[in-house]
């Protein structure tokens, strides 16, 4: 994904989702990274024009959702948080990179409990079961002694 302050690109695009949560991974393990303030800039920008386009599908399935459901409203507050972390400029610095990867994160966390199936009914675990019956069926050659000959 490229940077992309309007939104425009992602619109209809499926995420590439792994190559940018092994960055997001990559940018949050950084201790004493060094780097340079351009570099630090590229990878706030990567993960900047991809948190656009996460929001948007973040906003995309709350919107499906029914009034009622809460998931929706969790969603609202994640996006105007991102919409506040967006708006502000990104800088050359280890710690703007860090801040859009923590921004990511939150979004793909939001966006899987969006994604995820409610339950219909309650699930119950393999012990609670009951066993299934089960039928033997008597081989063919004793059926076939059991029956009167002709």
């Keep these: 994904m490229l940077h992309d ?18 960055l997001v991974t990559a940018v949050l393990a950084w201790k004493n990274p060094d780097l ?16 656009r386009a ?21 969603a609202e507050v994640i996006l105007r948080e991102a919409t506040g972390r ?33 339950p219909t009914a309650p699930q119950r675990c393999a012990s609670e079961l009951e066993p299934l019956p089960t039928y033997r069926r008597a081989p063919a050659t004793q059926a076939r002694s059991q029956q009167p000959g002709p």
Excluded: F
């Excluded at 939104?7 to 940018?20: N, Q, T, Y």
């Excluded at 996460?54 to 969790?74: F, T």
């Design 5 to 22: 302050p309007h939104g425009l690109v992602g619109a209809e695009r499926p995420l590439d989702r792994a190559p940018h949560e092994a």
């Design 54 to 74: 996460l929001a948007a599908d973040v906003q995309r399935h709350a919107a499906a959702l029914p009034k009622n459901d809460g998931r929706g409203a969790l």
């Design 86 to 118: 967006l708006s502000q400029p990104t800088q050359g610095t280890a710690r703007c990179a860090q801040n859009r990867a923590r921004l990511v994160r939150a979004l793909y966390e939001r966006l899987d409990r969006l994604t995820e199936a409610l």
């Design 36 to 51: 340079t303030p351009r570099d630090y800039e590229q990878i706030a920008l990567q993960l900047t024009g991809h948190a």
